[in-house]
């Protein structure tokens, strides 16, 4: 069974830089993709970044783009999400999210009902 453990978060003023990890365990061939969500409170579920099982593709909203940035280790079976220039609007919940989808690729990643396995969440909050 597929087991995300997620790491990182906090409080950081606008501006600031935060870093989150998502430790991915029990697989056994191939490493999975791996995306990234967020949930602030009263909205949606909202897909943030997503990164093939081989870091060759690398997507992201374009909310985010050109400040996050998503990489992975596969030594270490773990995802990270740096995120730089942090805004209020921000602020939400963080979920790692894990699928095999063909090919190893980011396909639909937005579509959160296609991710089968979940982080815990971690909070981030921008705020002065």
């Known amino acids: 069974q597929l087991q995300l453990v997620q790491s990182g978060g906090g409080l950081v003023q606008p501006g600031g830089s935060l870093g989150l990890s998502c430790a991915v365990s029990?697989?056994?061939?191939?490493?999975?993709?791996i995306g990234w969500f967020r949930q602030a409170p009263g909205k949606e579920r909202e897909w943030v970044s997503c990164?093939?099982?081989?870091?060759?593709?690398?997507n992201y909203a374009d909310s985010v783009k050109g400040r996050f940035t998503i990489s992975r280790d596969n030594a270490k079976n773990t995802v990270y999400l740096q995120m730089n220039s942090l805004k209020p609007e921000d602020t939400a919940v963080y979920y790692c999210?894990?699928?095999?989808?063909?090919?190893?690729?980011?396909?639909?990643?937005?579509?959160?009902?296609?991710?089968?396995?979940w982080g815990q969440g971690t909070q981030v909050t921008v705020s002065s």
């Open positions: 990164i093939g099982s081989s870091s060759i593709s690398t």
């Open positions: 029990g697989f056994t061939l191939n490493h999975p993709v």
């Open positions: 999210a894990a699928a095999f989808f063909p090919g190893g690729i980011c396909l639909l990643p937005w579509r959160a009902a296609r991710w089968g396995y």
